[in-house]
């Protein structure tokens, strides 16, 4: 054999990685710039989304058979564009609109992402949509729920999560069941945080309880930055509702708990319209004195066995804590975005933006509770769906609808009786 040609195709191959060429058929990584809150008041929820992101890109990236019909689960990489692995490039918006719509314009023109997702606060999502749109590039929104992220006609934009009228439809049918079991629910309040989130849920939740013929006593919509709400709790204790719904982030969902016990009063029931209510950081602040607080969430752990067990064994094993309803359902996107760009065996921007349209998962390939992840027009999914849950101890549990409830509901809530 000719040593000197061994000689020769070692050093060209050295040359090759030196240079940074690829070896034939490698496959280049699929880059998903992801913006969300880092820092900040809200940075306990995007930290947990982060680490939720990250565990997915692990099942994606790595072969988990024991994931059942997850897509991608099985694989390792997306086997359509050659075991490609997924690269996540993380933005810090600090709940900041301007800065989220600076960060997207970042990732695509200087970072070269393929795709982007975000950015949980709703009016941080509206704003980095814009700029995808413009850019035409594929945008997943994996939490914000105000109406008009989705309301303006853009094709670029793709939600998975339930969004505002989704759960103001919720809370009715959970009130006509209440009401069915003899719960007195006369009249209901609205307190909402005065940001694209706050509002766009408290107009849809006023516009489905009037259909309802359910009084609304008072909405009070109040800046999610306050430091005192002494006054809207005064506000409620004096119309005295049966049910009150705040639409709250973290800080002011956490500081309304404890006015209420500062000021003594308890309304019969309280649902916190999920953010605030989900964030990590809420339970072990004020579960002693929000017994019984009922939640929204799509999200269950199920049965020791089952795919969502596993999966949340994962994100524990990483984090220390359970998966929460919004960290969940940003995972749930993540993974029907994956499929997409799988489905388009491409990163070409139109590929993507039309598998992304043609999606059809079935509920057995979720891990949420939906019926499903198929987007309409607009870019909304139009099979998710969300259940009840309820502050028990240390932890949330499924109440409503029944026949998926894992505990009692109580009723009235118990807050901080003994």
């Given amino acids: 054999m000719d040593r000197s040609w061994m000689k020769s195709a070692a050093a060209v191959a050295a040359c090759l990685l030196l240079f940074g060429a690829r070896p034939a058929g490698a496959a280049d990584a699929v880059k998903i710039g992801i913006i969300w809150p880092l820092t900040g008041n809200a940075a306990a929820a995007g930290q947990a989304s982060k680490a939720a992101a990250e565990v997915a890109a692990d099942i994606v990236n790595n072969a988990h058979p024991e994931l059942g019909d997850l897509p991608l689960a099985k694989t390792a990489g997306l086997p359509n564009l050659g075991g490609a692995k997924l690269e996540l490039v993380f933005a810090d918006h600090q709940g900041n609109p301007s800065?989220?719509?600076?960060?997207?314009?970042?990732?695509?023109?200087?970072?070269?992402?393929?795709?982007?997702?975000?950015?949980?606060?709703?009016?941080?999502?509206?704003?980095a949509t814009a700029v995808a749109e413009r850019y035409g590039v594929p945008f997943m929104v994996g939490e914000s729920a105000a109406l008009n992220i989705t309301g303006r006609g853009f094709k670029w934009v793709f939600r998975g999560t339930p969004i505002a009228s989704d759960y103001a439809r919720t809370y009715m049918r959970f009130f006509a069941d209440m009401k069915q079991q003899g719960k007195k629910i006369d009249s209901i309040a609205i307190v909402n945080e005065n940001t694209d989130y706050g509002t766009s849920v408290a107009d849809a939740i006023a516009e489905e309880a009037k259909k309802a013929n359910i009084p609304v006593a008072i909405r009070i919509p109040y800046?999610?930055?306050?430091?005192?709400?002494?006054?809207?709790?005064?506000?409620?204790?004096?119309?005295?509702?049966?049910?009150?719904?705040?639409?709250?982030?973290?800080?002011?969902?956490?500081?309304?708990?404890?006015?209420?016990?500062?000021?003594?009063?308890?309304?019969?029931?309280?649902?916190?319209?999920?953010t605030g209510f989900s964030d990590p950081s809420f339970i072990p602040a004020v579960?002693?004195?929000?017994?019984?607080?009922?939640?929204?969430s799509a999200w269950a752990i199920g049965k020791p066995g089952s795919v969502t067990y596993k999966i949340n064994e994962m994100y524990k094993a990483k984090t220390g804590r359970d998966l929460d309803d919004t960290s969940a359902r940003n995972m749930q996107s993540f993974f029907a975005l994956a499929d997409a760009i799988n489905r388009a065996g491409s990163t070409d921007p139109e590929k993507i933006r039309v598998a992304l349209t043609e999606t059809d998962l079935k509920p057995e390939q979720l891990m949420m509770g939906y019926q499903g992840v198929k987007f309409d027009h607009t870019g909304q999914n139009i099979l998710a769906s969300t259940y009840l849950i309820q502050l028990h101890g240390k932890a949330y549990d499924l109440v409503w609808p029944e026949k998926a409830a894992t505990a009692q509901l109580q009723w009235p809530m118990a807050g901080w009786a003994k």
């Fill in 99 to 127: 800065l989220a719509q600076q960060l997207a314009t970042r990732l695509i023109t200087q970072d070269k992402v393929n795709v982007l997702m975000g950015a949980y606060q709703s009016s941080c999502s509206f704003t």
């Fill in 287 to 296: 579960a002693d004195i929000a017994q019984g607080v009922m939640n929204r």
């Fill in 223 to 274: 800046s999610a930055s306050s430091t005192d709400v002494s006054a809207q709790v005064l506000q409620l204790k004096e119309k005295r509702p049966d049910v009150v719904i705040f639409i709250s982030y973290t800080a002011d969902s956490i500081l309304y708990m404890k006015t209420l016990k500062n000021l003594d009063y308890k309304p019969p029931m309280i649902i916190g319209d999920d």
